[in-house]
């Protein structure tokens, strides 16, 4: 029986898969929406079957940030009764937003699905005629730029997009060879340590899946066309490279160009070659389109056009290139080997490692200027005295909070406070200078008490654990 004579049919809970190579459509429609292709089920020669999957990926990082933002709007300046003192405030919010999400992820469990095929069907409609694809990518991911939602777009295509080929080496180890001018793949397996097992060699090999376009290319997998999007291995990023290599450096000559007095050339050639550089070099081209943006919107669009077409040109010619950071000479000559990704690894552990002392050494310095302080004397703990006239209660009075807020920068002053933060209990502001605070004005609000720290540039206030909205209020009226 030959391969053609092969129909395999995998079932995945009620739901048949049959062959997708013979056009049969890969699932029953009321599944459809719950089943991805999965190239990794089946036979490698012919069948292919499906699993079911959901997953929102950036999109639902994305959804979180904004109901968190929405969330912590609302709840933030929240005051419960004194018992429960405790969780007012910011300290509120992660529980509620608990709650909230574990009610939602019901809705989206059953709402979600729907979204996630259309995303999949734009993903394999891009991919399908890659050069099209490529145009109409470029297009809106230049559009999108102002507004820094490109990153949307590319986010999806980059790493989450299913790309499916096969894997070109594993751990060192090539898998395809060519034999008389025909190129073969490995069939392989991998046991649970990791050690590699070829058991044989042939045209089809074995079919494995990764998400992204970036992943994709630096995972070292060759994509097949007749999978679509799989023939796109780096369609969504070959195009960038003569763009921002070459397209935004020529515009930025034509715009030296077009200045015709000499003087102001020379002037505004600093700025314009400085950012045609640094597009040729790395790839980031913010200061030239921004510069489309606010000085000629109309550039915008042509740049984005003209995107399209360089893209669509670039795959149109075969052209398959990958980068790691952004499209720019640096990453065009680097590359993708190990000993780079090993060479970076240690690099950004040396620059944490750097960091993270400097953070301790800065803490240390801290600690000891506050321990000096308080051994200074006992006077710079200065415990407030009881004012019956002047008390502010936080916690009863609604406006409790700004009232305290506004004898604090009242008794600062306005042109001395330089920054407010908070703890748990303590109100933490930086000063130009602490001994020109009316102290007396700020004990006499019934506050538990003052801390002089810092020698004289910072002041400790101890409220209580209503410190976050008096915290809050002294920020908006002072916006610092």
Same mark, same amino acid.
């Given at each position: 029986?030959?391969?053609?004579?092969?129909?395999?049919?995998?079932?995945?809970?009620?739901?048949?898969?049959?062959?997708?190579?013979?056009?049969?459509?890969?699932?029953?429609? %009321?599944?459809?929406?719950?089943?991805?292709?999965?190239?990794n089920?089946?036979?490698?020669?012919?069948?292919?079957?499906?699993?079911?999957?959901?997953?929102?990926?950036?999109?639902?990082?994305?959804?979180?940030?904004?109901?968190?933002?929405?969330?912590?709007?609302?709840?933030?300046?929240?005051?419960?009764?004194?018992?429960?003192?405790?969780?007012?405030?910011?300290?509120?919010?992660?529980?509620?937003?608990?709650?909230?999400?574990?009610?939602?992820?019901?809705?989206?469990?059953?709402?979600?699905?729907?979204?996630?095929?259309?995303?999949?069907?734009?993903?394999?409609?891009?991919?399908?005629?890659?050069?099209?694809?490529?145009?109409?990518?470029?297009?809106?991911?230049?559009?999108?730029?102002?507004f820094g939602?490109?990153?949307?777009?590319?986010?999806?295509?980059?790493?989450?997009q299913?790309?499916?080929? %096969?894997?070109?080496?594993?751990?060192?180890?090539?898998?395809?060879?060519?034999?008389?001018?025909?190129?073969?793949?490995?069939?392989?397996?991998?046991?649970?340590?990791?050690?590699?097992?070829?058991?044989?060699?042939?045209?089809?090999?074995?079919?494995?899946?990764?998400?992204?376009?970036?992943?994709?290319?630096?995972?070292?997998?060759?994509?097949?066309?007749?999978?679509?999007l799989?023939?796109?291995?780096?369609?969504?990023q070959?195009?960038?490279?003569?763009?921002?290599?070459?397209?935004?450096?020529?515009?930025?000559?034509?715009?030296?160009?077009?200045i015709?007095?000499?003087?102001?050339?020379?002037?505004?050639?600093?700025?314009?070659?400085?950012a045609?550089?640094?597009?040729?070099? =790395?790839?980031? =081209?913010?200061?030239?389109?921004?510069?489309?943006?606010?000085?000629?919107?109309?550039?915008?669009?042509?740049?984005?056009?003209?995107?399209?077409?360089?893209?669509?040109?670039?795959?149109?010619?075969?052209?398959?290139?990958?980068?790691?950071?952004? =499209?720019?000479?640096?990453?065009?000559?680097?590359?993708?080997?190990?000993?780079?990704?090993?060479?970076?690894?240690?690099?950004?552990k040396?620059?944490k490692?750097?960091?993270?002392?400097?953070?301790?050494?800065?803490?240390?310095?801290?600690?000891?200027?506050?321990?000096?302080?308080?051994?200074?004397?006992?006077e710079?703990?200065?415990?407030?005295?009881?004012?019956?006239?002047?008390?502010?209660?936080?916690?009863?009075?609604?406006?409790?909070?700004?009232?305290?807020?506004?004898?604090?920068?009242?008794?600062?002053? %306005?042109?001395?406070?330089?920054?407010?933060?908070?703890?748990m209990?303590?109100?933490?502001?930086?000063?130009?200078?602490?001994?020109?605070?009316?102290?007396?004005?700020?004990?006499?609000?019934?506050?538990?008490?003052?801390?002089?720290?810092?020698?004289?540039?910072?002041?400790?206030?101890?409220?209580?654990?209503?410190?976050?909205?008096?915290?809050?209020?002294?920020?908006?009226?002072?916006?610092?």
């Amino acid at each position: 029986m030959s391969h053609n004579d092969i129909t395999i049919n995998v079932l995945l809970g009620n739901t048949p898969i049959s062959n997708f190579l013979d056009n049969q459509f890969w699932a029953k429609p %009321h599944s459809q929406i719950l089943y991805v292709f999965d190239f990794n089920v089946g036979d490698a020669i012919k069948g292919y079957g499906a699993k079911y999957n959901i997953s929102m990926g950036v999109f639902g990082g994305i959804l979180v940030g904004c109901l968190v933002a929405l969330i912590y709007n609302k709840y933030s300046g929240i005051k419960l009764p004194a018992s429960l003192g405790f969780f007012s405030g910011r300290s509120f919010v992660p529980m509620i937003t608990a709650v909230y999400f574990l009610l939602g992820s019901f809705a989206l469990a059953a709402i979600w699905p729907w979204f996630q095929l259309g995303l999949q069907y734009l993903g394999y409609g891009l991919g399908a005629i890659p050069p099209l694809g490529a145009f109409f990518y470029a297009i809106f991911n230049r559009l999108l730029l102002p507004f820094g939602l490109h990153q949307v777009l590319n986010t999806y295509l980059w790493f989450q997009q299913p790309i499916i080929g %096969h894997l070109m080496n594993y751990q060192g180890t090539n898998l395809w060879q060519i034999v008389d001018g025909t190129l073969q793949w490995a069939v392989y397996s991998i046991d649970s340590n990791g050690v590699l097992r070829i058991s044989d060699w042939n045209t089809t090999g074995i079919i494995t899946t990764v998400n992204g376009d970036i992943n994709d290319f630096l995972g070292k997998l060759y994509a097949d066309a007749k999978f679509g999007l799989a023939g796109g291995s780096g369609i969504f990023q070959s195009g960038f490279f003569p763009m921002m290599m070459f397209g935004l450096p020529a515009a930025c000559a034509a715009m030296i160009l077009s200045i015709k007095d000499k003087m102001r050339r020379a002037e505004y050639a600093g700025i314009l070659r400085t950012a045609a550089g640094v597009s040729f070099l =790395t790839g980031i =081209t913010e200061p030239i389109e921004f510069s489309f943006v606010f000085l000629a919107p109309v550039l915008l669009g042509l740049h984005a056009v003209l995107a399209g077409l360089f893209s669509a040109l670039t795959i149109g010619f075969g052209i398959r290139v990958g980068f790691g950071f952004s =499209t720019g000479f640096i990453d065009w000559v680097v590359g993708r080997e190990e000993e780079v990704i090993a060479l970076a690894k240690s690099f950004e552990k040396t620059v944490k490692n750097n960091a993270k002392k400097k953070a301790n050494q800065e803490q240390q310095i801290a600690n000891i200027n506050i321990v000096g302080s308080g051994q200074a004397g006992s006077e710079n703990i200065l415990t407030s005295q009881n004012s019956v006239n002047q008390q502010i209660d936080i916690q009863k009075d609604p406006n409790g909070p700004l009232k305290l807020a506004q004898v604090i920068y009242d008794a600062i002053g %306005h042109d001395n406070l330089v920054k407010v933060d908070n703890c748990m209990t303590r109100l933490r502001l930086t000063v130009e200078d602490n001994t020109k605070i009316d102290q007396a004005a700020i004990k006499a609000t019934g506050v538990a008490g003052l801390v002089l720290v810092s020698k004289t540039k910072g002041i400790q206030i101890i409220i209580g654990l209503n410190v976050e909205a008096v915290a809050t209020k002294l920020s908006e009226i002072s916006e610092k």
